[in-house]
């Protein structure tokens, strides 16, 4: 092994949805810096406020690692982890510029046998193409000889209080026996439930963007389906719990797909289709008819308010993060939904209780996100957009807010159905 334990110094760079959990765990067992450019999100932390929900105060409290904005406190690391975002630009490329440039950030502070680990998704290839040229720069040092490479790509589901980084198997890679070694040993001390040795970087990093792929692609054919089931005007979720019946049937439903992960990941995977001149068909497909499901939901909508007869003015939106019970709304596909219905005149109001701490960046000046304290408004239509909990187990008695001859529309059918319920 390259390091004995106490001689094990981690730097974890990028304190989001991924890093900052990953910080607390290794700071029970490590010595752990976290570093973060945002200045603003490591004040916050530093004051035990983490406002993706994801760590509760208390463990910010008691850990024992040491957080910076100032990128000199990488000098004190022999380890890197990465965790920073990945993106596409707007072509649907990925976009590697903070990855290539968290990569340059490291470079300066790469000495004899520093081990660089990423968790951030990328395609195959990426890290040992994209990365490990950059840190060959430093000349001083030469790769698998004093300093390695390793991948282990992170499969939290921000939201779910089941599951996170000590009991989701993680695997691991390094770019040779001692690098894997060590990123084994480093992740075997907090992921109770183990890790899986995967035979290279690239075989790691294709698992991971294959994972979110097959996915979007389940999701994708229950969206198509859902469309061609409304037009035969029956019930999508009776379909599907009939062949639900069935021992190999796949339990996925229809529902729009944003976030950075399943709505990105894929446009990862077939960037590097074309590098090795093939056209990937069923992958972007599904990334098509995902990505256009939003204006079938609105075409919906509209026509509700005409056969009901509900006036357009009064609609509240339940749910605007890009998920059931998590914070994060970027890339959120509700957004869409707003941006379509707010064309065709629709008044709009939105909830939910999850970004109202945290939309700087709310885009929509004039939408009122209404807080249910004391809130007299009725609406004439309730659309249930995001099923967060709170919606599901009537903690928020939903009925209450719909004006005497109001409905609810829960595309996603998860609320018991009534008269007042319009599903499917
Ligand atoms: N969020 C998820 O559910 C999830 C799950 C699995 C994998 N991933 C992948 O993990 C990676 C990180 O995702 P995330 O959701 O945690 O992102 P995030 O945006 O929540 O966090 C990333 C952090 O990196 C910081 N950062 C940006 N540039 C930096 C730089 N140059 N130096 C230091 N810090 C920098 C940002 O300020 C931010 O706090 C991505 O590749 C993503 O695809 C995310």
């Known amino acids: 092994m390259l390091f004995k334990h106490k001689d094990i110094k981690i730097a974890v760079i990028g304190l989001g949805y991924v890093g900052l959990p990953l910080v607390i765990e290794l700071a029970k067992k490590f010595k752990v810096y976290g570093f973060d450019v945002n200045k603003k999100k490591v004040k916050k932390l530093k004051i035990n406020i983490d406002e993706t929900g994801e760590v509760d105060s208390k463990y910010l409290k008691k850990t024992n690692a040491i957080l910076s904005y100032d990128e ?23 976009d590697l510029r903070i990855l290539k440039k968290t990569t340059r950030t490291i470079l300066k502070y790469l000495k004899k046998k520093s081990l660089i680990i990423y968790e951030s998704t990328v395609y195959p290839g990426c890290t040992e193409e994209i990365c490990l040229p950059i840190l060959k720069k430093n000349k001083k040092i030469i790769y698998n000889k004093n300093f390695y490479l390793g991948y282990s790509p992170e499969r939290i589901n921000p939201g779910d209080k089941k599951r996170n980084v000590t009991n989701i198997t993680k695997i691991v890679s390094g770019s040779n026996q001692i690098a894997l ?113 939003h204006k079938f939901i609105a075409k919906k909508i509209s026509k509700i308010t005409k056969d009901y007869k509900l006036s357009k003015k009064k609609i509240l939106i339940l749910g605007y993060s890009f998920k059931e019970n998590c914070a994060d709304y970027r890339n959120s596909r509700v957004n869409n939904l707003i941006k379509h219905l707010r064309r065709k005149k629709f008044g709009l109001k939105i909830h939910d209780p999850y970004i109202k701490k945290n939309y700087d960046n709310f885009p929509f000046k004039n939408i009122a996100v209404v807080n249910m304290k004391n809130h007299k408004t009725r609406y004439d239509l309730i659309i249930l957009a995001v099923p967060h909990d709170i919606y599901k187990t009537n903690q928020l008695k939903i009925t209450n807010l719909l004006s005497k001859n109001g409905y609810i529309y829960d595309f996603k059918s998860v609320l018991k159905s009534n ?3 319009i599903q499917g």
Not at 210 to 221: A, K, W
Not at 233 to 255: Q, R, S, Y
Request: proline letters at 5%; one cysteine or more.
């Open 72 to 94: 000199k406190i990488l000098h004190n690391a022999n380890i890197f982890i990465i965790t920073v975002p990945t993106g596409i630009n707007k072509k649907n490329l990925p």
């Open 181 to 293: 070694n060590q990123v084994k040993y480093i992740y075997s001390q907090i992921v109770k439930s183990g890790v899986y040795v995967a035979p290279s970087i690239k075989i790691a990093e294709a698992a991971k963007i294959i994972e979110n792929t097959q996915r979007d692609l389940n999701i994708g054919l229950m969206n198509e389906l859902f469309v061609f089931f409304n037009k035969l005007k029956i019930p999508t979720k009776e379909v599907l719990k009939a062949a639900g019946t069935k021992w190999n049937f796949l339990n996925f439903t229809p529902g729009l797909v944003g976030g950075h992960c399943i709505s990105v990941d894929p446009y990862y995977l077939t960037n590097k289709y074309k590098a090795v001149n093939l056209r990937p068909s069923i992958i972007l497909s599904a990334r098509k008819t995902n990505d256009g499901f």
């Open 419 to 421: 008269d007042r319920v």
